[in-house]
């Protein structure tokens, strides 16, 4: 059973930094793409970041100054470096990432989510 682990959100001051990180653990071949995204109260989950081997990051709107993504192939692993926080950025932060457990297999696996809330 593949699971995705996220970790490091928390409660900010504007301003503040944040790393997040994520963990995939379980029977895993390969993963494909792995990345971050959002979602604020009452809006829809939005990308922020997302990675495929061999190419370069992709980011969503509005997010390449302020957010760094950074995977790391050996572990399973994917961060989110979150600089300049701002109050708009509060939002429950999921990892996710398509996974293959088992030849001809590529499914979609989400973790549980991190809180991230910026005080003004």
């Known amino acids: 059973q593949v699971q995705l682990v996220e970790s490091g959100g928390g409660l900010v001051q504007a301003g503040e930094s944040l790393r997040l990180s994520c963990a995939a653990s379980?029977?895993?071949?390969?993963?494909?793409?792995m990345g971050w995204y959002r979602q604020a109260p009452g809006k829809q989950r939005e990308l922020v970041a997302t990675?495929?081997?061999?190419?370069?990051?992709v980011y969503g709107d509005s997010m390449k100054d302020r957010f760094v993504i950074s995977r790391h192939n050996p572990t399973n692993s994917v961060d989110l470096q979150i600089n300049g926080l701002k109050p708009e950025d509060t939002a429950v932060y999921y990892c996710q990432a398509d996974i293959s457990d088992w030849p001809g297999s590529l499914l979609t696996y989400w973790g549980q989510g991190t809180q991230v809330t910026v005080s003004s």
């Open positions: 379980g029977r895993i071949r390969f993963i494909n793409s």
């Open positions: 990675t495929m081997p061999g190419q370069s990051a």
